[in-house]
């Protein structure tokens, strides 16, 4: 079955960067795409981007363009989240899901189970 | 970007009552690229409905979907002790996909 294994909890200061790792196993890597969506405390769900399988095309939310930075590792089956420039607004638990297909847009078929980045000085 | 705009925000029912949950967006969503997850506490969420109306592997038949165009509808037939949870739309028919900002079924 698929699975989706998220790096653990991060604290991390403001200004710095953060890095979150997607596992993913069940079915062939390079034929699915991945999103990142993050939800912050008690708040409702926030796309922020996405990247093709195949290809690795991303596609950034506007919100984020210039602070995401979205990759894949076909050879660990690995796909990234680097958002840099962090805030204490970047509180949150932070999503990899996995589209239906090497595509995007799409709908998020599987989710990781969640990496809660905290931003504090 | 296309905005997502759920209601009510948070709906009081009793177990074996029907839910109904709307969901409009601010443009056309194209070919009703448009799906609805539940997420519970402390959980990851889950899709329950694609393409507006299509269920989604396990997702049982009380739950279904409809509608086109800019306004979106989930319904739960009668709602079951499990079924309590917050639930959010996504449209993906733009680059730029969006998410509701969720409805809230709680139990009366």
């Known amino acids: 079955q698929v699975q989706l294994v998220q790096s653990g909890a991060e604290v991390k200061k403001p200004g710095s960067s953060v890095k979150v790792s997607c596992k993913a196993s069940g079915g062939p890597f390079s034929s699915y795409a991945f999103s990142w969506v993050r939800q912050a405390p008690g708040q409702g769900l926030e796309w922020m981007g996405g990247i093709t399988g195949m290809f690795g095309t991303t596609n950034t939310a506007q919100k984020f363009q210039g602070r995401v930075t979205i990759t894949t590792d076909e050879s660990t089956s690995t796909a990234y989240m680097e958002l840099s420039s962090l805030r204490s607004e970047d509180t949150a638990v932070y999503y990899c899901?996995?589209?239906?297909?090497?595509?995007?847009?799409?709908?998020?078929?599987?989710w990781g189970q969640g990496t809660l980045v905290t931003v504090s000085s | 970007e296309i905005v997502l705009t759920q209601s009510p925000g948070t709906l009081s029912l009793s177990p074996g009552e029907r839910a109904t949950l709307s969901c409009r967006a601010s443009?056309?969503?194209?070919?009703?690229?448009l799906a609805w997850y539940q997420q519970k506490p402390g959980q990851a969420p889950r899709l329950l409905i694609y393409?507006?109306?299509s269920r989604a592997t396990g997702i049982p038949d009380r739950f279904s979907g409809s509608g086109s165009g800019t306004d979106f509808t989930l319904t739960i037939s009668r709602l079951e002790p499990e079924d309590f949870a917050v639930y959010y739309c996504?449209?993906?028919?733009?680059?730029?996909?969006?998410f509701g900002q969720g409805t809230k079924v709680e139990i009366k």
């Open positions: 393409g507006a109306s």
């Open positions: 443009q056309s969503v194209s070919s009703t690229y």
């Open positions: 899901a996995r589209y239906s297909g090497y595509y995007r847009p799409g709908y998020l078929q599987h």
């Open positions: 996504q449209q993906y028919g733009s680059s730029q996909e969006t």
